[in-house]
């Protein structure tokens, strides 16, 4: 079975720290995102990366960068943690080039980040 | 006009009826569109995928494609307690890259 494994299931930090949030998949995916799901907001993009080295800007990017130095690992990072970051935090990656992959995303078990 | 339209339920439905799910999407070019079933605090799980118009069964779940209309629905048959959950409805965006849009989910509680 693919597995996307996130670091931590539950993080609670103090506003302005640095926040990592790492996710590792073992299935050679090319394509990997990261989401944040807020009640009532859905799922909500934050970047995603289709290649090693390679980023794209998601919807909600302000506040957050990305790391992806090998296929398997994606990272998020929290510059400057702020209260409005506290969120469910899922990563998920899928296989395939182009737009129409027909593979679907497997998520890892997302990190309940609180932000004090 | 939004990407994705789900209605937000709760959708009641008894033990053993079947629960019917619609989703509808903007995006013309979209060719893939799947179904995740949502645990409260869990994450979201595929359970169904169709590229083509038309009906797709697996097991208790049927979804239905209709691309010119512009909609995809997931029913349920024999819903049970366990089907309890959030169901998200996503297509692939057509503007590059594989990227789904994502629907704000159906909360659906089957009851005995």
């Known amino acids: 079975d693919v597995k996307v494994t996130q670091s931590s299931r539950y993080l609670v930090k103090r506003t302005g720290e640095k926040v990592f949030l790492e996710c590792v998949q073992d299935?050679?995916?090319?394509?990997m995102f990261w989401y944040r799901q807020d009640p009532g907001l859905g799922l909500r993009l934050i970047y995603f990366?289709?290649?090693?080295?390679?980023?794209e800007k998601g919807d909600i990017p302000e506040g957050y960068s990305v790391s992806r130095e090998k296929k398997e690992r994606f990272s998020l990072i929290l510059e400057s943690a702020s209260t409005n970051q506290t969120s469910m935090y899922l990563c998920?990656?899928?296989?395939?080039?182009?737009?129409?992959?027909?593979?679907?995303?497997?998520f890892g078990s997302g990190t309940r980040l609180t932000v004090v | 006009q939004k990407e994705v339209e789900q209605n937000s339920g709760p959708l009641s439905v008894p033990e053993g009826a079947i629960a019917s799910l619609n989703c509808t999407y903007s995006?013309?070019?979209?060719?893939?569109f799947f179904w995740y079933r949502q645990y409260s605090g869990k994450s979201p799980e595929l359970i169904m995928s169709?590229?083509?118009?038309g009906d797709k069964e697996d097991g208790r779940f049927t979804a239905q494609l209709n691309k010119a209309s512009q909609y995809v629905s997931l029913l349920i048959r024999d819903s049970q307690p366990s089907d309890s959950a959030t169901y998200l409805c996503?297509?692939?965006?057509?503007?590059?890259?594989?990227?789904?849009?994502f629907g704000a989910g159906t909360r659906l509680a089957v009851h005995p």
């Open positions: 299935m050679d995916h090319e394509n």
């Open positions: 998920a990656s899928s296989p395939g080039q182009g737009a129409h992959s027909p593979y679907g995303y497997t």
């Open positions: 169709i590229y083509s118009n």
């Open positions: 996503a297509f692939t965006f057509s503007g590059g890259y594989n990227k789904l849009i």
């Open positions: 990366s289709y290649d090693v080295k390679m980023k």
């Open positions: 995006d013309r070019g979209s060719q893939s």
